[in-house]
């Protein structure tokens, strides 16, 4: 009979860790397709042997079901989901820039200016030849009055990509902050679990970690109690076990700073959505401003000096044709053809229009130069783009490499269901038998029926 009781109890303890491995292949393929699922894998073990009269039996098999994580893999894929995200939104951000600027078939950029600056300087040569034409000084004041134009609105186009970013970076600062209570609350559900099982919310809380890699770069450490606290790069603190510490913003010169307890933490966010738009906003766009800038500086100081240096329709010595020396700020210092200083026979426009082909931007004429400043956008677009693709491909190897060890294959867990099922099958069949010995045994051999 204690052989019996012994087979009862073993047979028992079989169809119990049999049902949790069943259990755990259910709930692996449920979950195939659930973003962040951690594939559950049941590791059987025999129970503690047990000592009657010095033979030693075993009292059963226990299941134990654990989620495959690899922490070292984990970290590397936020690491390469923050590079990721940096340069894809930095790409983004960056072609909409390049759109501004972009060469069609004819060899015209899209923002017209190479065409207003070749357009000035022939109107004002072709006006050398008719110095006193009242319709050819319009039409050089008309080509200058363009220019202006052309410039001011490249420079209102640009302004407008700037603030469009200042929103996309204040709209991710409340995603952030979004994630950080989320995370808070479950590192707070983990932490007051008593030693139940917390897969799956620590599944959950691996996701929201690595959404927000997708807008910054973020340290991640692991406390004893199960919980993760959470920082910048430069070690500022975002979250410290339960307590998020929310990251604001504010306006500085313009445009949007980070600040966390009233330090400003922009220059900290170097990945992550967040760090590409930064990169954009704060070093790429201000490139192209200034070398933009550079060349109305240098065609307004030049015509400038060459005007002066004439005698107008009145006969007076020419003034500046052009005010101020940005893309943003140019103005027409002159209110109509006649402020042109062309001199009696017109050789000061011919001059004035000789600027065009003058190296007055270093080594470069005022067409080089910005012809020199769309190539410099493009190499930098181009570069970006190849730093995308290489961190969108080590994003995809090494999600690969996670999914291997953490991801749900159903060819495997079909393999499992069958073994487990026949497992189960051969436990219960075995109760079964044994159940019929003990009732027959109790009832002393006599036929019995066993329910």
């Known amino acids: 009979m204690g052989t019996l009781i012994g087979l009862l109890h073993l047979s028992s303890s079989a169809l119990a860790a049999d049902q949790v491995a069943l259990s755990a292949t259910a ?39 654990t989620a495959q994580r690899d922490r070292v893999l984990q970290r590397s894929l936020q690491q390469a ?72 609105r490249t420079a209102s186009q640009l302004a407008s990509q700037t603030a ?10 409340d995603q952030v902050n979004s994630l950080l209570s989320n995370i808070a609350s479950l590192n707070k559900q983990i932490q007051q679990t008593g030693g139940q099982d917390t897969s ?36 500022t603190p975002l979250l410290n076990g339960t307590q998020a510490i929310n990251l604001s913003t504010a306006t500085v ?31 790429d766009i201000p490139a192209v401003q200034q070398q933009l800038d550079t060349v109305v500086s240098a065609i307004a100081s030049a015509v400038n000096t060459q005007n002066a240096s004439g005698t107008d329709a009145s006969g007076n010595a020419g003034g500046d044709i052009f005010s101020g020396n940005t893309a943003a700020t140019l103005k027409l210092a002159i209110s109509s053809g006649d402020g ?24 470069l004429t005022a067409s080089g130069a910005f012809s020199s400043m769309i190539t410099s956008l493009g190499q930098t677009v181009s570069s970006v783009s190849t730093t995308k693709s290489a961190n969108d491909a080590v994003l995809a190897q090494t999600s690969t490499q996670v999914a291997n060890v953490s991801g749900v294959s159903l060819d495997t867990e079909a393999a ?3 073994q487990y099922q026949r497992a189960y099958e051969a436990a219960a069949k075995v109760m079964s038998i044994v159940n019929e010995l003990m009732a027959q045994a109790i009832n002393l051999g006599q036929q019995t029926t066993v329910s």
């Open 27 to 65: 709930s692996n393929i449920s979950n195939q397709n659930t973003d962040g699922y951690t594939r559950r894998v049941a590791s059987f073990s025999s129970s503690d042997m047990v000592n009657v009269s010095g033979i030693s039996t075993s009292s059963g098999v226990t299941a134990t079901v």
């Open 81 to 152: 989901t923050e590079a990721s995200s940096a340069s894809s939104a930095r790409a983004t951000a960056l072609d909409n820039v390049q759109s501004l600027f972009t060469i069609d078939s004819s060899g015209a950029d899209a923002s017209g200016i190479g065409a207003a600056i070749s357009d000035f300087f022939n109107s004002v040569t072709s006006l050398a030849s008719s110095a006193s034409d009242t319709n050819a000084r319009q039409t050089a004041y008309t080509a200058a009055q363009a220019l202006v134009t052309t410039m001011n």
């Open 164 to 173: 469009s970013l200042n929103q996309q970076i204040g709209t991710s600062v």
């Open 200 to 235: 799956g919310l620590q599944d959950q809380r691996d996701q929201a970690v690595l959404s927000l890699a997708k807008l910054v770069d973020v340290n991640t450490v692991t406390a004893t109690d199960g919980t993760v606290n959470l920082s910048l790069s430069d070690g």
């Open 253 to 283: 010169n313009g445009n949007v700073h980070i600040l966390s307890n009233g330090n400003d933490v922009t220059g900290s966010i170097l990945s992550g959505s967040i760090g590409g738009l930064l990169q954009v906003r704060d070093q």
């Open 340 to 363: 042109i200083a062309t001199s009696s026979d017109g050789s000061n426009a011919a001059a004035i229009g000789a600027v065009a082909s003058q190296a007055i931007v270093g080594s």
């Open 416 to 418: 499992n269901l069958t």
